[in-house]
C-alpha cells in the first residue's frame, strides 16, 4: 500500500494548511506549525489521501507512529483505517498513534478489545483563559501583574517590545545562543532543546511561509526575550509554542507573555502554552498562571498480531 509520504518542507505550508481547523481540537498540534517545528526530532513525514485530509508518519524510539488524520470529523474514521491498514500490511506492525486528542478518541469510539489507550500524563496541553491572560487580574494572578509591573518601572525607557519578521532571524540566532550557553540540563533534555533550536532556525529561515507571529523584547538595544505563536481559528485559541527570556531581568518572562497576547492575540478566548513534559520546574511554573483545563492526548496502541 503505496501512501507516498515525504518530510514536511517549508514550501509545503501553504498546501497542508487548508485541513487544519476542520474539527474540534484544542491541542497545539491543531495548528500546522507543531509539525514543522519537531519534523526532524521525529522524522515527520504526510501525504495528502484523495484530497480529504493530511496522514502522518513518524519515528520515535526505534518504533513507526501516526498521528490522528488531519481532516473533517466525519472522515475520521475512513482515514485513520487507510492507517491501520498501511501498518497491518505495509509494516507489518500493529497501528501506533502518538498523541491523539480527547476529542477524536471521543467521536471515534475505539473499541478497547481492539487497541489499549493509555494517557500520556507528562504531555497534556495547559489551557488558560486569553482575557486572564491579557489583564493578570484577580488575586490568582495578583504576583504575575506584580511582575509585569516591576519590570516597567525598573526598564522604563530601556526596553521596547516588537513584533519580529524574518529580516529580525540574526538577533533570534544570537539570543539563542546565549540562551542556550546557560542551560544546564540532562543531556537528554538537551538534545530535545538542540532540536527545538533548529526547529526555530527553520522557522525563522521560513518565515514568509509560516503562518507565524513571532515578538522579542529589546533591552538597551538587544534583544533579550524571544517568543512564538500561532492561531487556531476554529477553537478562538492562541497556541505558544515557544517562550524564552533571559532570567536576569525580573519580570521579562511575565512582560512577554502578556504583551504578546495583548499585541497579537487580542480575540483569542483560549490561550495553549504547551506540555511540561514532565519537568516539575516546568510544571510549577505552568500551574503558576491558573490553568482553566487541560487538552489531554493518548498513546493508542492496537491489539495486532502479525499473521
Known amino acids: 500500500m503505496e501512501l507516498g509520504f515525504k518530510p514536511v518542507k517549508a514550501e509545503d505550508i501553504e498546501k497542508i494548511l487548508p485541513f487544519f481547523g476542520l474539527r474540534p481540537d484544542k491541542t497545539c498540534e491543531s495548528v500546522c506549525l507543531d509539525s514543522f517545528l519537531w519534523r526532524d526530532y521525529y522524522k515527520i513525514q504526510y501525504t495528502i489521501y484523495q484530497g480529504k485530509g493530511l496522514l502522518w508518519r513518524m519515528e520515535m524510539d526505534?518504533?513507526?507512529?501516526?498521528?490522528?488524520?488531519?481532516?473533517r470529523q466525519e472522515d475520521l474514521k475512513e482515514l485513520l483505517g487507510v492507517m491501520e491498514t498501511y501498518f497491518n500490511q505495509e509494516l507489518e506492525a500493529p497501528l501506533r498513534i502518538y498523541l491523539a486528542d480527547e476529542e477524536s478518541l471521543d467521536f471515534l469510539k475505539l473499541d478497547p478489545q481492539k487497541y489499549e489507550i493509555q494517557e500520556a500524563e507528562d504531555l497534556?496541553?495547559?489551557?488558560?483563559?486569553?482575557?486572564?491572560m491579557r489583564t493578570l487580574s484577580g488575586r490568582k494572578?495578583?504576583?504575575?501583574?506584580?511582575?509585569?509591573?516591576?519590570?516597567?518601572?525598573?526598564?522604563?525607557?530601556?526596553?521596547e517590545y516588537r513584533l519580529l519578521c524574518c529580516s529580525d532571524r540574526y538577533d533570534v540566532w544570537g539570543f539563542l545562543d546565549q540562551w542556550r550557553r546557560k542551560k544546564e540540563e540532562a543531556q537528554a533534555e538537551m538534545e530535545e532543546l538542540d532540536y527545538e533550536i533548529t526547529g526555530i532556525h527553520e522557522i525563522l529561515k521560513n518565515c514568509s511561509y509560516m503562518p507565524v507571529k513571532?515578538?522579542?523584547?529589546?533591552?538597551?538595544?538587544?534583544?533579550?526575550?524571544?517568543?512564538v505563536g500561532s492561531y487556531n481559528q476554529r477553537e478562538k485559541m492562541a497556541v505558544i509554542h515557544i517562550e524564552k527570556a533571559n532570567a536576569e531581568f525580573n519580570g521579562l518572562y511575565q512582560y512577554i507573555n502578556q504583551q504578546f497576547l495583548v499585541q497579537e492575540f487580542p480575540d483569542a478566548l483560549l490561550v495553549n502554552r504547551e506540555d511540561d513534559v514532565g519537568l516539575p520546574g516546568l510544571r510549577k511554573s505552568k500551574m503558576s498562571y491558573n490553568p482553566i483545563g487541560f487538552a489531554?492526548?493518548?498513546?493508542?496502541?492496537?491489539?495486532?498480531?502479525?499473521?
Not at 513571532?214 to 517568543?227: H, N, P, R, S, W
Open 124 to 132: 497534556k496541553d495547559y489551557l488558560y483563559d486569553a482575557e486572564a
Open 141 to 159: 494572578l495578583h504576583k504575575k501583574k506584580n511582575h509585569v509591573n516591576s519590570f516597567m518601572k525598573t526598564y522604563e525607557g530601556r526596553y
Open 214 to 227: 513571532m515578538a522579542g523584547v529589546y533591552i538597551d538595544g538587544k534583544l533579550q526575550a524571544f517568543t
Open 62 to 71: 526505534g518504533k513507526v507512529y501516526t498521528s490522528i488524520p488531519t481532516c
Open 296 to 307: 489531554r492526548k493518548y498513546i493508542v496502541e492496537q491489539k495486532w498480531k502479525a499473521e
